[in-house]
């Protein structure tokens, strides 16, 4: 399914949180992490997509990110 940026993550004070958790590669990021550009996850730089729509699929609970549309 096809998600908006800002319906998987919000800004807080400069950075990321999840809204919901989230894995990405084999990384899977809390609802409590807040991180700021340049941290990656899996070999991925979230700011890198900021503001792109996100392809994802639930898989037990858990928001998979498959990949990023440009």
């Known amino acids: 399914m ?3 940026f800002f319906d998987v993550f919000e800004e807080v004070n ?3 949180k ?3 958790l989230v ?3 084999s990384v899977v990021i809390g609802t409590g992490v807040v991180f ?3 941290v990656s996850f899996g ?3 979230i700011f890198d997509y900021y503001g792109s729509d996100i392809e994802a699929e639930y898989e037990n609970g858990i928001l998979v990110i498959r990949g990023f549309y440009q």
């Open 18 to 20: 999840p809204r919901m």
């Open 43 to 45: 070999g991925v730089n």
């Open 23 to 25: 894995k990405l590669k």
């Open 14 to 16: 400069g950075g990321l």
């Open 2 to 4: 096809r998600l908006g």
């Open 36 to 38: 700021t550009k340049g």
